[in-house]
């Protein structure tokens, strides 16, 4: 499984972005998703995921309200829209596979592909 994540940016507080990983290897509803992000000096966190199923778990409190993770079966891609951002969301940002389809999505571990990083700026 290869995932290239696209959409890298700067924007401003109170502006949207939208990132996008695209899946190659599987077809997207057969494995487990998640986005991530790293800030500077900070452990990777967990963001949202959305299960082969097309299930989607709660979203980090921090993201809750102005993120949304979606899946294009057809493009075999994902995306998470992020409205509202804040300074504090400023991080490189993962899409992630978990072709085990793991119970623990909110892991890091769970997942055994990660795409290379997308890095999101958000000025204040």
């Known amino acids: 499984v290869q995932l290239q994540g696209l959409g890298e940016g700067l924007v401003q507080a109170g502006g949207s972005l939208r990132l996008s990983c695209a899946v190659s290897?599987?077809?997207?509803?057969?494995?487990?998703m998640g986005w991530f992000r790293q800030a500077p000096g900070k452990e990777r966190e967990f963001v949202v995921a959305?299960?082969?199923?097309?299930?989607?778990?709660s979203y980090a409190d921090s993201v809750k309200g102005r993120f949304t993770i979606s899946r294009s079966n057809a493009n075999n891609m994902i995306y998470l829209q992020m409205n509202n951002l804040k300074a504090e969301d400023t991080a490189v940002y993962y899409c992630?596979?978990?072709?085990?389809?793991?119970?623990?999505?909110?892991?890091?571990?769970?997942?055994?592909?990660w795409g290379q990083g997308t890095l999101v700026t958000v000025s204040s």
């Open positions: 992630a596979a978990d072709g085990t389809r793991s119970v623990a999505v909110t892991l890091t571990r769970s997942y055994n592909f």
């Open positions: 290897g599987r077809a997207v509803n057969t494995v487990n």
């Open positions: 959305i299960r082969w199923s097309g299930s989607i778990t």
